[in-house]
């Protein structure tokens, strides 16, 4: 089965955790030649280097798999491990190189969309996401899962042609204790 809709979100453990790995920025894919080293084909592409490469041959294969699909590309949010581990500027740099990608695969007609979890969202203020929307500074709690859920179908109501007029937003029970220790 085909999906009408993907929503990707992720990141946070590259920029949080793997600092020994480079997390790159919009230049690792800002031109035509960096693009067709990176990616050519389904099944032929290169090992990425940074997260930044690795995101676009991701999407680049998601676009060639499920091309009617929308995809809705989501900001790694504040989280204390990045900007604890000095990793802000890592952070920006991640989420400035997928602004830049949706983008780039906007502009060629594509159905890729940005969710952008910190600026348009409003939450750019450090404590405020991790004392409210965070159970163990890193993974989102009940408030942070709605925070997250209302970023994401605000802008499927904004963008989505599957469905419109006849969708529904229901209300989402977690339960989040089975899943994190707090």
């Not at 940074?50 to 995809?71: H, N, Q, S, W």
């Not at 780039?104 to 594509?110: H, M």
Request: with cysteine; hydrophobic share 35%; proline share 3%.
């Amino acid at each position: 089965t085909k999906p009408d809709m993907i929503a990707v979100y992720m990141g946070t453990n590259d920029i949080a955790y793997y600092t020994d790995r480079p997390v790159g920025d919009r230049y690792d894919v800002d031109t035509a030649s960096e693009r067709s080293y990176l990616y050519t084909g389904i099944n032929n592409y290169s090992t990425p280097s940074t997260a930044i490469e690795a995101y676009y041959i991701m999407l680049c294969r998601m676009l060639d798999t499920y091309g009617d699909a929308e995809i809705y590309c989501m900001t790694p949010s504040i989280c204390m491990n990045a900007m604890s581990s000095g990793r802000k500027n890592a952070l920006l740099s991640f989420n400035d190189g997928v602004a830049y990608l949706v983008d780039y695969f906007a502009g060629q007609g594509k159905k890729v969309y940005l969710v952008d979890l910190n600026n348009d969202a409003g939450l750019v203020d450090y404590d405020t996401v991790r004392y409210y929307y965070y159970c163990n500074n890193v993974h989102p709690d009940k408030a942070g899962m709605d925070w997250i859920s209302a970023c994401l179908i605000s802008e499927i109501m904004e963008h989505s042609t599957k469905g419109k007029g006849n969708a529904v937003t229901y209300p989402v029970t977690y339960n989040l204790t089975d899943v994190f220790v707090k």
